[in-house]
């Protein structure tokens, strides 16, 4: 496969054996780069300060600020980088409210695989 770009993301999770099956997927793939890690969206919005990602995946439901906060701030102050929510639910409702807050894409945790979190992040950056 012929690399044209290095995608560089930042993953925000607070649940550690997500976070830690997406690191492992990401250690695997060759165009995708994880540049950090992030619990919540305090920490999502500093990290993206200091490692300017292509794309956020952003978790919506943690602790201290929430993931549709998040997405609305990074994409107020950082309107360069994409932002892909995912949630555990498939609720037609988190979708739309992850959109209006400015996300690019949405992925439901259980009913995708790491291959399609891969295509959604390279669909963003397209």
């Known amino acids: ?13 607070d649940h550690e054996v997500v976070a830690m099956s997406l690191i492992s997927l990401f250690d695997l793939i060759d165009d995708i780069l994880l540049v950090g890690r992030a619990s919540n969206g305090v920490e ?11 794309v956020v995946l952003m978790d919506l439901l943690m602790p201290f600020m929430d993931g549709l906060e998040a997405t609305m701030l ?5 309107p360069y980088v994409k932002v892909i929510a995912m949630s555990a639910s498939s609720l037609h409702d988190d979708r739309k409210a992850a959109m209006q807050a400015g996300a690019h894409g949405y992925v439901s945790k259980d009913e995708c695989s790491g291959s399609m979190i891969c295509d959604a992040i ?4 397209a």
């Open 122 to 125: 390279r669909a963003v950056i």
């Open 44 to 54: 999502a919005i500093e990290l993206t300060t200091v490692l300017s990602p292509d």
């Open 74 to 78: 990074i994409r107020k102050h950082f």
């Open 1 to 13: 496969m012929l690399i044209s770009r290095i995608i560089r993301v930042l993953l925000v999770d």
